[in-house]
């Protein structure tokens, strides 16, 4: 059984910057996309960014100027350089791997902003 393992969540202070990764425990062929999704309290999960296979990306308009995805192919490993950290940024970041065959779910990671 594949797991997405995310790694770099914490506690920053507003204006600040973090980088979440995620990676699978075993190599993932014939990706479609990959995605970052999050759930702030008291709220529905919501799409943060996403990349395709082709490296086109998406944002979400919130974190648009601020959020960068990427990934690396070789690591098979996927990043989300935030920056400029927002109180309303808090919540439980989840990566997300798309296959031909399976959609795969990290088991989040917290992000927390303070003022």
């Known amino acids: 059984q594949v797991q997405l393992v995310e790694s770099g969540g914490g506690l920053v202070q507003a204006g600040g910057s973090l980088r979440l990764s995620c990676a699978p425990s075993?190599?993932?062929?014939?990706?479609?996309?990959m995605g970052w999704y999050r759930q702030r309290p008291g709220k529905q999960r919501e799409l943060v960014a996403t990349?395709?296979?082709?490296?086109?990306?998406d944002y979400a308009d919130s974190v648009k100027g601020r959020f960068t995805i990427s990934r690396d192919n070789d690591k098979n490993t996927m990043y989300l350089q935030m920056t400029s950290l927002k109180i309303e940024d808090t919540a439980v970041y989840y990566c997300?791997?798309?296959?031909?065959?399976?959609?795969?779910w990290g088991q989040g990671t917290q992000v927390t902003v303070s003022s």
């Open positions: 075993r190599k993932l062929f014939n990706i479609n996309a």
């Open positions: 997300n791997i798309n296959t031909w065959l399976k959609s795969y």
């Open positions: 990349i395709t296979s082709a490296d086109s990306t």
